[in-house]
């Protein structure tokens, strides 16, 4: 069993209590979100709250090159974007398949839940179960000490003791539930993918955080049926979600987006559902905090 949480503690000499964007045991089995909660407590966070202090602050005041690497590959510093693979999208469809027909259903046999979370280099399920967790690291389907090699539907259903498919009645798949099509995997673009998700993980976590009780938000998850990672909060009447998608049909590469629970009209919303900001758009340069909190401001107000 990986154990993340464990892990980073491990770094830091176990003296502080830390915390991570990974799901970490043990299992949880208590409602609403049957899952841990990954910034609840700590005294070294991968955001800015009062009180605690960033793993970006530790490793300047350690002077710790390697420490900060460990940081980045995780995202528990702020780390950057790359190009996009040329072989992204065929990847993310293919991973999106994975997502709605392995990963969620093995998380709904156990308590009836669907959402995903951001993971090393991936996604998957929080831990469920007897202490289980089952995602996608590099592309590379990993049944806690196991690891399948993803070609077929078919083959990574028997790895892992399920039939694939969507939940019944849990959601409408986007995706086609083919047994035996090949399962298009290119390891750079499952990292880019991977990268993304994290990226998103950290800038959603923050506006969770930032968020008071009066907006009750959400958890950020990473939903099945269409691959985003989302949170949603806000008061009555001004409440909104705000994620980040992999890119879909109306958008071939990744985007952040603020969707309003009520319709709004103006120049920031430049989207039927709200507003977005792409990927291009953030390697050029756009801040996507500013573009999230901007987003909760105008919902707000």
Known sequence: MRDARREAAVRLGGAV????????????????????????????LPIQRA????????CRERGDGDLYRWC???WLVPGTLDFLPRRFAPTRDSLHVVAEHLLAPCRFRANGKIGLRF???????????DGRQVRVEDGTLVDGDHRHQ?????????ALGIEPGAPQDAYTPSTPCDLDASLAVDLESARALGAWYGFCARLLEQLRADAGPEDAPGRVQLWPEHFDMAVDLGADG????????PGDDDHPEPYLYVGPWDARQGRFWNEPFGASLGYQQILEGVDPTAFLRQGRDLVAG
Request: no cysteine; proline share 10%.
């Open 72 to 74: 980045e590959e995780r």
């Open 17 to 44: 209590s830390v915390r991570v964007l990974e799901p970490s045991p043990p299992t949880v089995a208590a409602p609403p979100f049957f899952a841990d909660d990954p910034l609840d407590g700590g005294e070294v």
């Open 150 to 158: 993803l070609s077929t539907l078919r083959r990574a259903g028997e």
């Open 51 to 58: 009180g605690a202090r960033t793993w970006l602050d530790v």
């Open 238 to 245: 001004h409440r909104a979600n705000f994620g980040g998608s």
């Open 119 to 129: 993971t090393f280099r991936g996604f998957g399920t929080p831990f469920f179960g």
